[in-house]
């Protein structure tokens, strides 16, 4: 499934995605595999449900991170 990261707090090692169908998964780092997210990444992940949720991400694959275009002079703060 498709989706943005909404929030991600690198500090707490936790975030949310929003998938494409509207739904918000949890995002834990560990889930992460070595992938650099931060807010407003388009993501491809694996939809799981855990005990504790329903709505999980897991298998995080960056599509388009506006993010890093900026850092190479691609857009504007």
Excluded at 45 to 64: G, L
């Amino acid at each position: 499934m498709f989706g943005t990261v909404t929030k991600y707090f690198r500090d707490k090692g936790y975030g949310f995605i929003r998938g494409e169908d509207g739904k918000s998964y949890f995002i834990h780092n560990s889930n992460l595999n070595g992938e650099y997210i931060e807010r407003g990444y388009y993501v491809f992940f694996r939809p799981f449900v855990s005990d504790r949720s329903d709505y999980n991400a897991a298998d995080i694959s960056v599509i388009d991170a506006p993010e890093r275009n900026r850092q190479h002079g691609k857009g504007n703060k």
